[in-house]
C-alpha cells in the first residue's frame, strides 16, 4: 500500500514525462514539404512563390518538387519528401488519377496535410484552401453571357477532366447558363495541362466544326489565350467573347490589350500565405477550418490596372 510520500514522489517523477510528451505534441515546424502539380503554370507558380518567400519570413524550410503533370511522378516525389522529415505536407494535386495516394501516405507518417487548389477525392487533407470557382465561374460566365447579348454559339474548353477546379467551373458555369436559354453550346473538350497551346489547339479544332461560335468559356487564361489566337487566325469576321479565369500575371497584361474579354483573378499570394499559415498551426497541435474558400474578383479592362500592379 502507497503511503502519501510514495504517491507524491511517484507524481513528481511522472511532471518531466508529462511535459515532454506535451513539446512533443506542440512543436515548431521547421520543415515543410510543397508538392506542385506543375511549375510552368503560372498559377502554381504564384503560389510556390508566395509560399516560399512567407516561409522564410518565418524561419521555415521548404522543399519543392514539381510534377510537371504526372500523377504517378507526384506520388513518388512525395514518398520521398516524406523521407526528408518534413513537418507537413502542402499538396496541390497534378491529377484527379492517383490524387490521394500522396495524402494517405502522409496522413500514415502523421504528417499534417494542406491541399491548395485540388482537394484528393476519398482523401482530403486536414484542410482545403482554394478559391471559390462555382462562384466565381458563375459570374464570369453570366458577364460574357450578357456581353454577347444573352444569345450565341458557345465553346467551353475545360480544364484536366476531374480536378477540383474543373469540375467546379463546370459548375459555376452551368448554372449561369440556365438563365440564358438562347445560348447554346455547341462544343467543348477537356485539356491536360490547362496551357496555351492546348487552348490553340483545341479552339481550332472546334471552330473547324462551329465556326458561327460567338462565345468562349475557357477554364484557365492559359487556355484562353490560346482560344483568342485560334480566333485570330480563323479571322471569323466577328466578335468572339472570350473568357478566362486565374489571373495569371501575363494573362492580365493581354486582357488589358484587349486579347480577351474577363477572368476571375485568384489570391494566389494570399492561398500561399493561409498554407503556411496551416502548417504552423497544425504542427503546433492546433485547428484549422476543413475548407476555407476564398473570392475570385471578376477582371475585366476596367479594374484590371490594380491586379497588374498588386496581385492579391
Given at each position: 500500500m502507497?503511503?502519501?510520500?510514495?504517491?507524491?514522489?511517484?507524481?513528481?517523477?511522472?511532471?518531466?514525462?508529462?511535459?515532454?510528451?506535451g513539446m512533443?505534441?506542440?512543436?515548431?515546424?521547421?520543415k515543410?514539404?510543397?508538392?506542385?502539380?506543375?511549375l510552368?503554370?503560372?498559377?502554381?507558380n504564384q503560389?510556390?512563390?508566395s509560399?516560399?518567400?512567407y516561409a522564410?519570413?518565418?524561419?521555415?524550410?521548404?522543399?519543392?518538387v514539381?510534377?510537371?503533370?504526372?500523377?504517378?511522378?507526384?506520388?513518388?516525389?512525395?514518398?520521398d519528401?516524406?523521407?526528408?522529415?518534413?513537418?507537413?505536407?502542402?499538396?496541390?494535386?497534378?491529377?484527379?488519377?492517383?490524387?490521394?495516394?500522396?495524402?494517405?501516405?502522409a496522413?500514415?507518417?502523421g504528417i499534417p496535410?494542406?491541399?491548395v487548389?485540388?482537394?484528393?477525392?476519398?482523401?482530403?487533407g486536414?484542410?482545403?484552401?482554394?478559391?471559390?470557382?462555382v462562384?466565381?465561374?458563375?459570374?464570369?460566365?453570366?458577364y460574357?453571357?450578357?456581353?454577347?447579348?444573352?444569345?450565341?454559339?458557345?465553346l467551353?474548353i475545360?480544364?484536366?477532366?476531374?480536378?477540383?477546379?474543373?469540375?467546379?467551373?463546370?459548375?459555376?458555369c452551368?448554372d449561369?447558363?440556365?438563365?440564358?436559354p438562347?445560348?447554346?453550346?455547341?462544343?467543348e473538350?477537356?485539356?491536360?495541362?490547362?496551357?496555351?497551346?492546348e487552348?490553340f489547339k483545341?479552339?481550332?479544332d472546334?471552330?473547324?466544326?462551329?465556326?458561327?461560335?460567338?462565345?468562349?468559356?475557357?477554364?484557365a487564361?492559359?487556355?484562353a489565350l490560346?482560344?483568342?489566337?485560334?480566333?485570330?487566325?480563323?479571322?471569323?469576321g466577328?466578335?468572339?467573347w472570350?473568357?478566362?479565369?486565374?489571373?495569371d500575371?501575363?494573362?492580365?497584361e493581354?486582357?488589358?490589350?484587349?486579347?480577351?474579354?474577363?477572368t476571375a483573378?485568384?489570391?494566389?499570394?494570399?492561398m500561399?500565405?493561409?498554407?503556411?499559415d496551416?502548417?504552423?498551426?497544425?504542427?503546433?497541435?492546433?485547428t484549422?477550418?476543413?475548407?476555407q474558400?476564398?473570392?475570385?474578383?471578376?477582371?475585366?479592362?476596367?479594374n484590371?490596372?490594380?491586379?497588374i500592379a498588386?496581385?492579391?
Amino acid at each position: 500500500m502507497f503511503n502519501r510520500r510514495t504517491v507524491m514522489m511517484a507524481t513528481a517523477a511522472l511532471i518531466p514525462f508529462l511535459a515532454l510528451s506535451g513539446m512533443a505534441q506542440a512543436k515548431d515546424a521547421k520543415k515543410i514539404g510543397l508538392a506542385v502539380a506543375n511549375l510552368q503554370a503560372n498559377f502554381f507558380n504564384q503560389i510556390k512563390q508566395s509560399v516560399e518567400a512567407y516561409a522564410k519570413e518565418k524561419g521555415i524550410e521548404v522543399v519543392t518538387v514539381d510534377a510537371k503533370g504526372d500523377s504517378a511522378t507526384q506520388v513518388s516525389q512525395v514518398e520521398d519528401l516524406l523521407t526528408q522529415g518534413i513537418d507537413a505536407l502542402i499538396y496541390i494535386p497534378a491529377g484527379a488519377t492517383a490524387a490521394s495516394v500522396p495524402t494517405k501516405a502522409a496522413k500514415a507518417a502523421g504528417i499534417p496535410v494542406i491541399n491548395v487548389d485540388r482537394n484528393a477525392d476519398g482523401a482530403p487533407g486536414d484542410t482545403f484552401i482554394a478559391t471559390d470557382s462555382v462562384s466565381s465561374a458563375k459570374a464570369v460566365c453570366d458577364y460574357i453571357a450578357k456581353q454577347a447579348g444573352g444569345k450565341g454559339d458557345m465553346l467551353i474548353i475545360h480544364g484536366q477532366k476531374g480536378t477540383t477546379p474543373e469540375v467546379d467551373r463546370s459548375k459555376g458555369c452551368a448554372d449561369a447558363l440556365a438563365a440564358y436559354p438562347d445560348i447554346k453550346i455547341v462544343g467543348e473538350q477537356w485539356s491536360q495541362m490547362w496551357s496555351q497551346d492546348e487552348g490553340f489547339k483545341l479552339t481550332q479544332d472546334l471552330l473547324q466544326a462551329n465556326p458561327s461560335v460567338s462565345i468562349i468559356f475557357a477554364q484557365a487564361d492559359g487556355l484562353a489565350l490560346g482560344a483568342a489566337q485560334a480566333v485570330k487566325v480563323a479571322n471569323t469576321g466577328s466578335k468572339v467573347w472570350i473568357a478566362g479565369f486565374d489571373g495569371d500575371t501575363a494573362a492580365l497584361e493581354a486582357l488589358q490589350k484587349g486579347v480577351f474579354d474577363v477572368t476571375a483573378t485568384q489570391q494566389t499570394q494570399g492561398m500561399g500565405r493561409m498554407a503556411v499559415d496551416a502548417a504552423i498551426a497544425l504542427v503546433s497541435g492546433g485547428t484549422v477550418p476543413a475548407e476555407q474558400l476564398q473570392d475570385a474578383t471578376l477582371t475585366t479592362k476596367d479594374n484590371v490596372e490594380g491586379f497588374i500592379a498588386n496581385h492579391p
